[in-house]
């Protein structure tokens, strides 16, 4: 794999789970917004995620 792909692979899954998300948060209501809470919540939890293993020390990259 690319040092290129692998810099940019997690920004633009993002970018796809947002764009998803705001598209189906104004396209309906009911599994639209099932649907968009979910594509909106996966980066944000992502980096959650990210952010308190980076505090608690158990990160891979030194």
Known sequence: MSA???IW???IVFALLTT???VSALLGDG???T???FTLGAPVAACGWYG???KSGHSTLR
């Open 4 to 6: 290129a792909l692998r």
């Open 52 to 54: 308190l293993r980076r």
């Open 9 to 11: 692979r997690a920004p």
């Open 35 to 37: 649907l968009s809470t």
């Open 31 to 33: 599994v639209w917004d």
């Open 20 to 22: 998803v998300g705001l």
